[in-house]
């Protein structure tokens, strides 16, 4: 029971990440692609302070119940394969979460605080990279997950 409502936090938090990233990848970036960089970028901070603050949670609830959930498991049984993978692309996703939320965010926020929007489109150009690269890990964390339950 305990493990199985682990399980739900994992993927409810693995939803609000991965989820949230590919809502910003796919549809609100192509969407204000049109407006103008001042009110673009403006309105593209605005989005990114509030979805890396609640993603932020999530992170941490997906690394803590997989934890629970390796060590729960591990009293019972051998650690599949897949598991292990999933442990090693789920640090990896945090690290990059960690790089665009305190690094990459960071000089985007000057940057419109400052009103200086080509230091604002330079900075969303790696911002953009990396959610891209995390969102492509996190499908393949799915795949690796639910696959590697043969
Ligand atoms: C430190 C990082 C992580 C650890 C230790 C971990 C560990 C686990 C464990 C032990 C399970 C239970 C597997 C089962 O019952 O078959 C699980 C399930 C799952 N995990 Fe993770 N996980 C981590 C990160 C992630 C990430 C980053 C994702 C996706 C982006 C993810 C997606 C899933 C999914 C979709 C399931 C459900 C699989 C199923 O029941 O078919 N996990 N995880």
Same mark, same amino acid.
């Given at each position: ?33 049109? @407006? ?11 989005? @990114? ?54 690094? @990459? ?46």
């Amino acid at each position: 029971m305990t493990f199985v409502l682990l399980k739900l936090i994992h993927v409810l938090a693995v939803v609000l990440w991965v989820g949230g990233m590919a809502f910003a990848h796919f549809f609100l970036r192509p969407a204000v692609q049109p @407006l103008e960089p001042p009110q673009r970028l403006a309105l593209m901070q605005r989005v @990114l302070q509030r979805f890396l603050a609640a993603a932020g949670w999530a992170v941490l609830a997906v690394l803590a119940s997989g934890v629970a959930l390796l060590g729960l498991a591990r009293a019972s049984a051998a650690m599949p394969l897949a598991w292990s993978a999933m442990a090693v692309l789920g640090v990896l996703m945090a690290a990059i979460y960690a790089h665009v939320r305190f690094v @990459l965010f960071p000089r985007l926020v000057r940057a419109v605080e400052a009103s200086d929007w080509p230091a604002a489109g330079t900075a969303m150009a790696p911002l953009r990279a990396w959610v891209g690269t995390n969102l492509g890990l996190g499908a393949l964390t799915i795949a690796v997950a639910i696959l590697g339950r043969g």
